[in-house]
C-alpha cells in the first residue's frame, strides 16, 4: 500500500530541531492549510486545519535552516493522526502529523512576513549532502 499527501500552507512558527539519542536529526513545524467555503446561508467561511509536519536527516538539517514562522510552504509525506483525551482539561485532543520526505518553499526568501507566494526550491529527504550542493 502506498500513501502520500500534499499541503500548501503557512508556517504556524518556527521549526524546532532536535536530535534522537543516535544523533539523526529531526526538525518539526506547525503549517497552517486554510480552505474557503460557502455555508448553507450562502455565507463565505474559513476552515484552519494544523499539521505537524516532521522532517528527518538531511531534509530536518534544511527546513531549520531556511524556514521561518510565516513562510509558505508545500510539504509531501505520509499523514498519521491521533486522538486522546488531556489529562488537565478532560477535553478531547486531536492531532494530524505528516512526516515529510519533500518540502518546497514557496516565495522568496524574505517572504515570510508578507505571505507572497510563487514558485520556490524544493528539498527532499536524499538531498544534497554537502553544503556545495546546493542551488543557491
Known sequence: MYQQCIIVGNLGRDPEMRYT????????FSVAVNNRYQDNDGEWRDRTTWFRVTCWRRLAETTNQYLKKGR??????????????????????SQVELTAFEVKFLGGRDDAESGAGGSGQGFSGDYAESEEELPF
Not at 509531501?76 to 486522538?83: C, F, L, N, T
Open 21 to 28: 539519542p543516535s544523533g539523526v536529526p529531526v526538525t518539526s
Open 72 to 93: 509558505q510552504v508545500m510539504a509531501i509525506g505520509r499523514v498519521d493522526s491521533s486522538a486522546w483525551i488531556d489529562k488537565q482539561s478532560g477535553e478531547a485532543r
